[in-house]
């Protein structure tokens, strides 16, 4: 039998204390300033072909409730920081901690209208589940987003807590405000703030492409842990060079990625991405259980990635 884990002095419920930090990220991270100081972005494709085939052949067995690019989206990130740890990490006080779930957090409005409602959806991706990653998040986001539209009022937990906060009179909101921003930089928020901070969750998503937008960035937040915002693009159509000089037009989404450059490296944020781009291209792999095994190497190579 497995010895349960000591906790370490300055750890919290939410997060592991992180002790093996390189020498140098560790005194740089001392000097280098917060999260927003340190942002890295990142842009990269996805090749069409594969996801939209396979998402046609998905629906057309489930027509009802459809799966979307953005479903696929979240399975392969959950999957992703699943293999990936340090995708999971955050840095408060100069300490790095690694979150003990993997999260995300999306903007769902009532209506694509001017003015219409915006409430927040949560997922957690268990990575210890027999459910598949893609049917976690289908399922997820389904009930939430039905939850969230299916009257004018209903709201998500979120959303409750910030109407509440809003309302309170002028220097009771101040003063609650200022707690807030003050147990966060301590890290002694309550579990209850933490569980519905959209600002505490391993990645921020935001699907642009849904209303037909694009962007290469977005700022991270120093309230919250959050160390890395992820956007979602709309379909294009670019040119695929060969050796010879040819080119073929191929379809893409478009991703870009903010990160925390502190908790981790080029090469480590390099090799993540091909994690990505290789659940994302063959997104079968989806489909089997998220505690089952795989040997991305060896997609990665398959795929030339």
């Known amino acids: 039998m497995s010895k349960k884990r000591k906790k370490l002095k300055g750890e919290k419920y939410d997060a592991y204390l992180v002790r093996d930090v390189e020498p140098m990220q560790a005194l740089m991270t001392s000097v280098i300033g917060d999260r927003t100081d340190n942002e890295a972005v990142c842009r990269f494709d996805i090749e069409l ?35 990936r740890p340090r995708m999971n990490y955050f840095i408060r006080n100069n300490h790095f901690y690694e979150r003990k779930e993997i999260s995300f ?61 809003v309302n309170l009179p002028t220097p009771l909101y101040k003063l609650v405000v200022k707690l807030i921003k003050a147990l966060d930089r301590k890290g002694n928020l309550p579990k209850d703030i933490v569980d519905i901070n959209p600002y505490s969750k391993t990645c921020f998503i935001s699907n642009l492409g849904s209303i037909k937008m694009d962007a290469d960035y977005h700022h991270l937040s120093n309230f919250g842990s959050n160390s890395f915002f992820a956007i979602i693009g709309r379909k294009d159509i670019k040119p695929f060079f060969q050796e010879d000089g040819s080119y073929v037009m191929k379809k893409v989404l478009p991703f870009s990625l903010t990160i925390d450059e502190r908790i981790g490296d080029g090469v480590y944020f390099a090799n993540t991405i091909k994690v990505f781009k290789a659940y994302m291209l063959k997104p079968e792999l989806l489909e089997l259980p998220a505690n089952q095994s795989i040997d991305i190497k060896a997609i990665e190579a398959e795929l030339g990635l």
């Open 49 to 83: 072909d594969a996801l939209e085939a396979y998402l046609e052949k998905k629906n057309s067995e489930n027509p009802e409730y459809r799966y979307t690019f953005f479903h696929v989206v979240c399975a392969a990130l959950g999957r992703t920081i699943a293999e």
């Open 105 to 165: 957090t999306a903007v769902a409005k009532k209506q694509k209208l001017d003015g219409a409602e915006e409430g927040l959806i949560i997922m957690k991706y268990n990575k210890d589940s027999k459910e598949s990653p893609i049917d976690q998040m289908h399922n997820s986001i389904c009930k939430q987003v039905y939850n969230i539209r299916k009257s004018e009022d209903s709201h998500d937990d979120t959303t409750n807590f910030m109407k509440t906060i």
